[in-house]
């Protein structure tokens, strides 16, 4: 909630923008589920086995941004957001023959990615009905300045812990783009707002990784349901 509210005061000042009939200002929020396409060398077999052991991870989005009306058909749309991305290990059991309360019963790491993010998305309606379809086309530039790793332990006195800390990745990208593309209904709440309501799908141009030489590489995607409120 607080980079919400950073994002909003950032935007704020544009408002000035608005008072031509052309340009909105909204801000949006977007529930997401993020994953991986992985990417091994030939010959190497380990993706599939990693995948097993893997699962998807819940996140979010928040951006505000600024709207401007080409004509009925056409609108864009530039803004500047945060994501939290990631993905979670599946909570593996270990099979203890002789219990020691210093050993885990169970483990589990999730990793969370916090990136800045700079969405420029086209929107097209595709009806002349006062509430329309639109798809959704765009570029995100992202840049990630956090990675962290949480690993949680259970005991068999019913204790656990967790531990947080880096995850280095060799050559590490931190920045990349992703590609955008949508499907929304566009509700008129009134005069000088509407709210636009999208699925959305979001992948990782470029590799996590930018060293050649890296066994299995990874893509992020992430789909999800964005809410956006627009005014003038």
């Known amino acids: 909630m607080k980079n919400f509210l950073i994002l909003v005061f950032l935007l704020a000042g544009s408002l000035a923008f608005c008072q031509n009939e052309k340009f909105k200002f909204g801000v949006a ?21 990693i995948k097993r052991l893997e699962r998807v991870k819940f996140g979010y989005s928040a951006s505000g941004f600024l709207q401007y009306q080409f004509n009925e058909k056409w609108a864009g749309q530039v803004g500047f957001g945060y994501a ?23 483990y589990q790491s999730t990793y969370n990615f916090q990136e800045m993010t700079l969405p420029i998305v086209v929107l097209r309606n595709f009806s002349k ?44 990208r931190n920045e990349n ?31 996590i990784s930018k060293s050649p030489g890296t066994t299995l590489n990874r893509r992020i995607f992430k789909y999800g349901l964005q809410t956006a409120f627009v005014f003038r």
């Open 84 to 106: 939290r991305t990631g993905f979670s290990d599946k909570k593996r059991s270990f099979i203890i023959f002789m219990p020691d309360p210093a050993i885990p019963d169970a």
């Open 129 to 172: 009905k006062k509430h329309k379809f639109y798809g959704a086309f765009g570029l995100v530039p992202n840049f990630t300045f956090s990675r962290k790793k949480k690993s949680t332990s259970w005991f068999s006195d019913g204790s656990k812990t967790s531990i947080k800390s880096d995850w280095g990745i060799p050559d590490a």
């Open 29 to 49: 929020v977007a529930p997401h589920f993020s994953d991986f396409f992985y990417n091994e060398t030939p010959g190497a077999v380990v993706a599939s086995s």
């Open 177 to 207: 783009l992703n590609a955008l593309v949508g499907l929304g209904y566009n509700f008129q709440l009134g005069k000088k707002s509407n709210l636009l309501v999208q699925p959305t799908f979001e992948v990782n141009a470029f590799e």
